[in-house]
């Protein structure tokens, strides 16, 4: 735990992960607090005088059903980050257990799951949803949510994989289960602790890509379901007046950049903290 | 082979145990009457158990057969074929692209490290990566297609363009409908590229053979390009692997953006019609290109470092 404490402290002296850290942070609070200061994102105030440009008022215009652009992106915040965050939390966990089962185990055990995981690496993760998804004639937030965080284990749990496998090697693990250490009481106390590091840089940078794959399918139709506001689906609504209210899906796009690319500012500098060697 | 047919069962099982009635959309508007849903679930093979069902898939598979399409009503391997010579001209122009002016702009900054240069070809090309294409593409469209009214903003031909036009010109009017497709694609995918031979080549010139090769007074042009590149390639082979998936996935929003008539398109329309047989064959396709691009990339690495050998 501690390596990971510091890893999070080097990336904020480098100069790169702070300013994502910072733009993360202000995305965050934006998104928390955001919702009880402007106006109601579902609101049609005036349904026939909609795509006003941005102006007083509305600093990011409206769109064709005159909802005002703005509050539908802070909202859209929200949802970005809270299925971002579970999903990721959820592959973290997934791809945390495989892989020291993975792992520590060895033989047939890790043979099977590390096949597997080979398999499900072969099709692309926007694959895998849309075959499920689109099944689906309204799919509900949490289901949407499970999914993506169950689609994104698979690189986890090769990386987690390798770690513990390393680990296991090293003196004081080797030394714990002589001495006769449980198998828990390695995996848990030993094991766990020194893959946190590998495993935050991945969720960090896992972020990112749950936030663009989830606009994807919200674009496709198949994620966050309207009238709920969320940044693919709005640009998907911006199309048919591409030409008229442009704004109405610009922001939104620029939403996803500035917090995909403060994630990834973030992760990077994790990254180069945690292990500087890496790309 | 082993991680393909793994592949296979799990995109099978996946869909099958999706909740949900893969019928609901033909049925959409009335209601069926018992007989005539029976009639259909049989002749989509739904009634049986779903081992049985996944033995006939396989079945079918093996002698290429991926089943008929519930929204075109024409068998899903004719459509794929007719829909990958589009895809294959725009992934291949980007891979191009990103092979080119990739590589060379990794080179630069490399050789530029943490100066000016460097910082700010790493700042373009991490927002390239953050870009979400569709958002791209369309901003492109609206921009460059629409306002400025330089390129078309959509489609592989202009319907105005006679058959008797002649070939250049045929040409130039497919190239010119490639710009903007190719352009989104490339620009949120070459981050990776240059990342990966930025720190390859980053590598490679702290070796002290690039330090003698200085020393010999050769020009720097002649260190970086004929002695130290040379070796910094390498690594990036390994990144087309990684890169297919990244290419397809890109292309299912930039072929829907651009209505480019390619794979990416005919999946994104299946996701929308609900014509899981397409969106089933359009996967299985996908994830043999995947598989071979991996042992591609195995090989290639074998034939060019002699000191690989293949397992």
């Known amino acids: ?279 | 082979m082993v991680t393909f047919a793994i592949a296979i069962t799990i995109l099978f099982f996946l869909m099958r145990a999706a909740p949900g009635d893969p019928l609901a959309r033909v049925s959409e508007g009335r209601a069926l009457a018992p007989a005539e849903l029976a009639t259909l679930r049989a002749r989509y093979g739904l009634n049986q158990p779903v081992v049985a069902q996944f033995v006939s898939f396989v079945r079918g598979l093996t002698r290429g057969d991926l089943g008929v399409s519930i929204e075109y009503g024409r068998p899903v391997t004719a459509l794929l074929a007719e829909r990958l010579p589009a895809t294959i001209l725009l992934g291949g122009s980007v891979l191009v692209l990103n092979f080119t002016v990739g590589l060379w702009l990794g080179v630069r900054q490399a050789v530029h490290r943490g100066r000016r240069e460097d910082r700010w070809l790493t700042t373009v090309s991490l927002v390239g990566y953050a870009m979400p294409s569709f958002w791209l593409g369309l901003v492109l469209a609206w921009l460059v297609g629409i306002k400025l009214r330089l390129l078309p903003a959509a489609g592989m031909h202009d319907p105005l363009l006679g058959a008797d036009a002649g070939i250049a010109a045929h040409m130039v009017d497919v190239l010119r409908h490639l710009i903007l497709p190719v352009l989104t694609l490339s620009v949120v995918s070459i981050a990776a590229t240059m990342r990966y031979q930025r720190s390859a080549m980053l590598e490679v010139l702290s070796l002290p053979y690039v330090t003698t090769a200085r020393a010999k007074g050769l020009p720097e042009r002649e260190v970086t390009w004929r002695h130290a590149w040379r070796n910094a390639l390498f690594p990036v082979i390994t990144l087309f692997g990684l890169w297919l998936p990244i290419l397809v996935t890109g292309s299912v929003f930039v072929e829907a953006v651009f209505a480019w008539p390619g794979l990416g398109s005919l999946a994104a329309s299946a996701v929308w019609g609900r014509d899981y047989p397409v969106l089933m064959g359009a996967s299985l396709l996908v994830a043999a290109l995947v598989v071979a691009g991996g042992v591609l990339t195995d090989i290639a690495y074998a034939v060019l470092d002699p000191r690989v050998r293949l397992a």
């Open chain 1, 1 to 279: 735990m501690t390596s990971a404490l510091a890893s999070v402290k080097a990336a904020w002296r480098n100069p790169r992960g702070r300013i994502g850290a910072i733009l993360l942070l202000v995305v965050s609070v934006a998104a928390i607090v955001g919702p009880w200061m402007l106006p109601d994102p579902l609101a049609q105030p005036d349904i026939l005088g909609g795509s006003l440009p941005p102006g007083p008022g509305h600093p990011f215009g409206t769109d064709q059903l005159s909802r005002d652009v703005l509050s539908r992106v802070v909202s859209g915040a929200r949802i970005s980050l809270s299925v971002a965050l579970l999903a990721v939390g959820l592959s973290a966990t997934i791809g945390a257990a495989v892989g020291m089962v993975s792992g520590y185990w060895g033989g047939l055990v890790d043979a099977g799951l590390m096949r597997i995981v080979d398999g499900a690496l072969a099709i692309p993760r926007l694959f895998i949803l849309l075959l499920v998804l689109a099944v689906w004639e309204q799919v509900p937030l949490p289901a949407l949510i499970f999914l993506i965080g169950a689609t994104g284990w698979f690189a986890t749990s090769r990386l987690v994989r390798a770690e513990v496998l390393r680990l296991r090697e090293e003196g004081y693990v080797r030394a714990a289960e002589a001495m006769g250490a449980r198998r828990r009481h390695v995996l848990f106390r030993h094991l766990l602790p020194n893959t946190m590091g590998p495993l935050l840089v991945a969720a960090t940078l896992g972020v990112g890509d749950v936030i663009l794959l989830e606009a994807g399918l919200s674009f496709l139709g198949l994620g966050v379901q309207p009238p709920t506001p969320s940044w693919g689906s709005m640009v998907l609504d911006s199309r048919e007046v591409l030409v008229s209210a442009p704004w109405a899906g610009i922001f939104p796009g620029l939403a996803i950049v500035l917090t995909v690319l403060s994630a990834n500012l973030f992760g990077d500098a994790l990254r180069d903290a945690v292990d500087p060697r890496s790309i």
